[in-house]
């Protein structure tokens, strides 16, 4: 087979989910696949994370927009290298290409109601794509993986699409992420303080980033301990609007927001933390979820979407909307000593379900299939 792969983002230095997902596809597919040819598609990016192998090529491709790329140069590349089959990688395909597609659907949240709140010019320009985009690729595609149970179904049941075209492979998580006993040196590169909470929001809705402030505002008037917050790549004026709406100013001076944290310096950063707040409203898998427990550290997290599927019923499962369920969850972490050991141990026995040689066995089996459909039934 000459298989190639969609992988446009991944040379970014700030990359975010869809981007670490690929990457961990290409770089497991190196390991365990010698026999096909790959060819994987990228835009010019300082972070050169994967190299060439004798059967995985990286090919640069320059344009100067994600739509123009994926549009235009993408096809025209996976034409002149005869690919037999292109996955798209990140929700989205070109609309004109003769060559079986295979579409990684990781969600349908730009299906779904808007929040008016998002003024994200970025997030409202790819949600504006993938809505113009996903409908007219669905039935050009030979099959479509998505990684939750959860999502399947919720793509099976809003848009109409057999089963038997529909693929469900779950993410998994790196192995670097486990439990470090050394962790000062690294963390103290974005937080003084040990013990804290560690909470991945942005101005994202879905995020729930404005709930959990408010149940950490009354964590704080609770608790005896008061640990800070550390918060990843936040927008301070976004910060300061919650603030002032919700009448929170206790939480100013216990917040610590070092702007982006290096991948490599997730693992330090979970093992630091007293326990991690993943309390989106919804999730299509979360591969922070497993990051955490992978380190031991508990997790709150909330009982929609694909979070009870991927965390597991024996989790700290809390309904996202509720700001005093999150409170009461951090003070029970903190006062109640052996249920926190018995999160501890959940995390790790959870994590250890996932992993991308799985996620990458599982995608090998679906580019066979396809490949016999389309190309050896012939």
Known sequence: ?????????????NKHGMDYVVLQDIKELQKLDTENEYYVFVKPGEDRCVESTKNIHIIELNCPSYPLWEQWALP????KHGIEILHCTSNTAPLWCDIPLVLTLHDIIFLEP????????????????????????????????????????????????????MAMIYNGYNEWFKQIKDTENICQKYISEKGYFFFLGNTDPKKNTERTLVAYSNYLRLS???????????????????????????????????????????????????????????????????????????????????????AGTDAILIHPENSEEITQ??????????????????????????????????????????????????
């Not at 087979?1 to 230095?13: H, L, N, V, Y």
């Not at 976004?238 to 944290?261: C, F, K, T």
Request: net charge positive; aromatic share 10%.
């Open 224 to 310: 005896n301990v008061k640990r800070k917050l550390l918060m990843a790549d936040l927008d301070s004026a976004y910060l300061n609007s919650i603030i002032q709406r919700n009448h929170i100013e206790n939480i100013r001076d216990n917040i610590v927001m070092p702007g982006y944290i290096v991948n490599s310096d997730l693992p330090y950063i979970y093992n630091g933390a007293f326990a991690f707040l993943y309390t989106s409203l919804r999730e299509s898998f979360g591969i922070p979820l497993l990051e955490a427990m992978a380190c031991g550290t508990p997790v709150i997290t909330s009982n929609t979407s694909s979070m009870p599927e991927i």
């Open 1 to 13: 087979m000459i298989i190639g792969i969609e992988a446009q983002r991944i040379f970014r230095k």
């Open 76 to 79: 025209r590349a996976a034409k």
């Open 114 to 165: 808007r929040d008016k709140q998002n003024h994200s010019l970025y997030q409202n320009m790819g949600w504006l794509y993938r809505r113009l985009d996903v409908p007219r690729i669905l039935n050009k595609c030979q099959r479509i993986i998505t990684v939750s149970n959860f999502e399947l179904e919720n793509i099976v049941e809003k848009l109409k699409i057999p089963r038997e075209r």
């Open 329 to 378: 969850m951090m003070l029970r972490l903190e006062t109640d000593e052996v249920f926190y050991k018995k999160q501890e141990q959940i995390g790790l026995n959870r994590a250890k379900l996932f992993s991308w040689k799985k996620t990458a066995e599982c995608l090998l089996q679906v580019y066979k299939e396809v490949y016999d459909t389309c190309y050896q039934r012939k």
